[in-house]
């Protein structure tokens, strides 16, 4: 599955023409996310097992390894891009969210839901 994810403008992310949208996938499967910064502040995508609410720091350790763009904390500066793959464990209801600071805590964040 590929996933091109759109952050910004503001704390969102688009994906397929949608701002924040649930994401389906199957547990085993391989996701490729191509992953673009529009906005004009740093921006960053990672998969988490923990749900909202957030604190101004969220949980860094990814819900799957590899399920998160680089320096995720720095984040992808505007207009720069980040593309990674991982591959999707158990069933379960997971969480995408931008790792910057306060931006999580800001609602940026969606569902990600493995259905067995």
């Given at each position: 599955m590929h996933l091109?994810v759109?952050?910004g403008p503001?704390?969102?992310?688009?994906?397929?023409?949608?701002?924040?949208?649930t994401?389906?996938v199957?547990?085993?499967?391989?996701?490729v996310?191509?992953?673009?910064?529009?906005d004009?502040?740093p921006?960053?995508?990672g998969?988490?097992?923990?749900g909202p609410?957030?604190g101004?720091?969220?949980p860094t350790?990814p819900?799957?390894?590899?399920?998160g763009?680089p320096d995720?904390?720095?984040?992808?500066?505007?207009?720069g891009?980040a593309?990674?793959?991982?591959?999707?464990?158990?069933a379960?209801?997971?969480?995408y969210?931008c790792?910057?600071?306060?931006?999580?805590?800001a609602?940026?964040y969606?569902?990600?839901?493995?259905?067995?």
């Amino acid at each position: 599955m590929h996933l091109s994810v759109l952050s910004g403008p503001g704390l969102t992310f688009a994906i397929g023409g949608l701002t924040n949208p649930t994401i389906q996938v199957k547990p085993g499967a391989q996701v490729v996310v191509h992953f673009l910064n529009v906005d004009v502040q740093p921006h960053s995508f990672g998969i988490l097992a923990q749900g909202p609410p957030y604190g101004a720091e969220p949980p860094t350790e990814p819900a799957f390894p590899g399920a998160g763009s680089p320096d995720a904390h720095m984040g992808t500066p505007p207009a720069g891009n980040a593309t990674f793959s991982f591959t999707v464990g158990s069933a379960g209801t997971y969480w995408y969210i931008c790792h910057v600071p306060g931006h999580a805590a800001a609602n940026m964040y969606g569902e990600f839901v493995v259905q067995a």
